[in-house]
């Protein structure tokens, strides 16, 4: 999908989008519960780097769990951006974050990082060598040693696990009145919407991108979420 397909996407669907997924926050919940004990080992005063951070659904849990972490929120749609500002301000928390509306490898960031997030990302990048490239960009910004978790929608298509599946995952976005995700849509997404491919494929992307051997920490239908450290021996080349 390209670039500025969806942002444009994103920036109509920012004002009600938490509103239209608000059914569906179990499946958000159990993600951050994890991820929250996954990060619980950093520093105290950790610097976290949110990629794709939309209206700030896990910068918002983080921020709560752990009060002196700070953030950069980076998300081409400054709309998605605005809904994630005012509900750190709403909640006195603004002040920890900075936020760039834009695409991280045209942004000049530091590189020590402790942790970084990409929660439902890069399944949006359709080429292979681009979603590499995210990855990369992701471990450029990171200290040695540093975390990385991502999460994404994945599965294989080919599979005799796809279809029914493919049937919980409808049932879901029914019972969560999402009512733009009809069966048909979603195996249509996955077969050429996003970059949908089995679990193995997109974790040994990420750990050729610089990381360590990804562990995948979380499954909950076709969402996989996997933690990994950067390499110390990672020098960032064609980024």
Same mark, same amino acid.
């Given at each position: 999908?390209?670039?500025?397909?969806?942002?444009?996407?994103?920036?109509? /669907?920012?004002?009600?989008? $938490? *509103?239209?997924?608000?059914?569906?926050?179990?499946? @958000?919940?159990?993600?951050? +519960?994890?991820? #929250?004990?996954?990060?619980?080992?950093?520093?105290?005063?950790?610097?976290?780097?949110?990629?794709?951070?939309?209206?700030?659904?896990?910068?918002?849990?983080?921020?709560?769990?752990?009060?002196?972490?700070?953030?950069?929120?980076?998300?081409?749609?400054?709309?998605?951006?605005?809904?994630?500002?005012?509900?750190?301000?709403?909640?006195?928390?603004?002040?920890?974050?900075?936020?760039?509306?834009?695409?991280?490898?045209?942004?000049?960031?530091?590189?020590?990082?402790?942790?970084?997030?990409?929660?439902?990302? /890069?399944?949006?990048?359709? $080429? *292979?060598?681009?979603?590499?490239?995210?990855?990369? @960009?992701?471990?450029?910004? +990171?200290?040695? #040693?540093?975390?990385?978790?991502?999460?994404?929608?994945?599965?294989?298509?080919?599979?005799?696990?796809?279809?029914?599946?493919?049937?919980?995952?409808?049932?879901?976005?029914?019972?969560?009145?999402?009512?733009?995700?009809?069966?048909?849509?979603?195996?249509?997404?996955?077969?050429?919407?996003?970059?949908?491919?089995?679990?193995?494929?997109?974790?040994?992307?990420?750990?050729?991108?610089?990381?360590?051997?990804?562990?995948?920490?979380?499954?909950?239908?076709?969402?996989?979420?996997?933690?990994?450290?950067?390499?110390?021996?990672?020098?960032?080349?064609?980024?």
């Amino acid at each position: 999908m390209e670039k500025n397909k969806i942002k444009e996407i994103f920036d109509r /669907s920012a004002a009600t989008y $938490d *509103k239209t997924w608000e059914k569906l926050a179990p499946v @958000n919940d159990s993600l951050h +519960l994890l991820m #929250g004990a996954g990060l619980s080992g950093l520093p105290e005063k950790a610097r976290i780097l949110c990629v794709g951070a939309g209206t700030g659904a896990e910068l918002v849990y983080m921020a709560k769990k752990f009060p002196y972490w700070t953030f950069t929120a980076v998300d081409p749609s400054a709309a998605m951006l605005d809904v994630c500002r005012r509900r750190l301000k709403e909640m006195g928390m603004e002040d920890r974050c900075e936020f760039y509306a834009d695409y991280l490898e045209n942004l000049s960031l530091p590189n020590d990082y402790e942790a970084a997030t990409s929660i439902l990302v /890069s399944q949006f990048i359709t $080429d *292979k060598k681009a979603r590499m490239g995210f990855f990369q @960009n992701i471990a450029a910004k +990171l200290k040695p #040693g540093g975390l990385l978790i991502s999460a994404d929608l994945s599965g294989d298509i080919n599979s005799c696990e796809y279809e029914p599946m493919l049937n919980v995952w409808a049932s879901m976005m029914m019972d969560g009145d999402v009512q733009s995700q009809s069966m048909e849509n979603i195996r249509q997404t996955h077969q050429s919407g996003i970059s949908f491919l089995p679990p193995v494929e997109v974790a040994g992307m990420i750990g050729a991108a610089g990381f360590k051997k990804p562990v995948l920490f979380y499954q909950m239908a076709f969402i996989h979420g996997w933690f990994c450290r950067k390499t110390h021996s990672f020098i960032p080349h064609g980024i």
